[in-house]
């Protein structure tokens, strides 16, 4: 069963524009969401967080917002730049007591100069 | 400040060898996960340490994997027997029970299973 999804596999942005990138999770018992880019042969870097009882956290370009009733979260980058075409990934923990990060399969983005 | 330190980087073996890897975390961090990445696929979680206790081991982790964490420092994971399908990028991650919800990664191992 598939907790944490990611439906788009890619999305194309022109630079400059804004990037959307959506999460959907199916478990009420997620406590911090996360993103993360990852780049070919690397491992993900940390890019943004936030708590299951905020609905908004932004640092610099980026923004995540969280809809509990919807079980939906998504990754806001305004501007978007070429710098920023990698691979997203939706990530949750699970706070019933295991403290388990389950990942989604990620977003391609690429940013078109 | 030195990140999470995964080696080898890429390891080539033949089907049914023995393969480990290594995982030294951020030194204050006290929990360590290992993930596996396959193509197209997000990291999927194998195994997750609090000090030297492992808390939780996922299903699809077989017989022929196992991973230690002696001393609550540096982790190990060693696969027996190798098939192609263990094929895949492995990842360690590590945190800081307490200190906030970060998992820091490291740069991973690619493993290919001839």
């Known amino acids: 069963d598939q907790q944490v999804k990611q439906n788009s596999p890619s999305l194309s942005v022109q630079e400059g524009r804004i990037s959307i990138l959506n999460c959907d999770y199916t478990?009420?018992?997620?406590?911090?969401f996360l993103w993360y880019k990852k780049y070919p042969a690397e491992g993900p870097t940390f890019l943004i967080s936030?708590?299951?009882?905020?609905d908004k956290n932004e640092d610099g370009r980026f923004t995540v917002f969280l809809n509990k009733s919807a079980k939906h979260l998504s990754l806001h980058i305004v501007p978007s730049q070429p710098g920023d075409s990698a691979v997203y990934f939706c990530?949750?923990?699970?706070?019933?007591?295991?403290?388990?990060?389950?990942f989604g399969t990620g977003t391609r983005l690429k940013v078109l100069a | 400040d030195t990140g999470v330190s995964q080696n080898p980087r890429h390891k080539i073996t033949k089907r049914g060898q023995n393969v480990t890897f290594r995982c030294d975390p951020i030194?204050?961090?006290?929990?360590l996960y290992w993930y596996r990445q396959t193509l197209g696929q997000g990291p999927e979680f194998l195994t997750y340490?609090?000090?030297?206790?492992?808390?939780?081991k996922s299903r699809l982790l077989s017989d022929r994997f196992s991973a230690e964490r002696p001393k609550g420092s540096f982790s190990t994971l060693e696969i027996q027997r190798t098939e192609q399908g263990d094929s895949a990028m492995y990842l360690c991650?590590?945190?800081?029970?307490?200190?906030?919800?970060?998992?820091?990664f490291g740069s991973g191992t690619q493993l290919s299973v001839l």
């Open positions: 478990n009420s018992m997620f406590d911090y």
């Open positions: 991650a590590s945190s800081f029970a307490g200190g906030g919800e970060k998992l820091f």
């Open positions: 340490f609090q000090n030297e206790a492992q808390l939780e």
């Open positions: 936030i708590s299951s009882i905020k």
């Open positions: 990530a949750a923990r699970d706070g019933s007591g295991t403290y388990k990060y389950i």
């Open positions: 030194s204050e961090h006290n929990r």
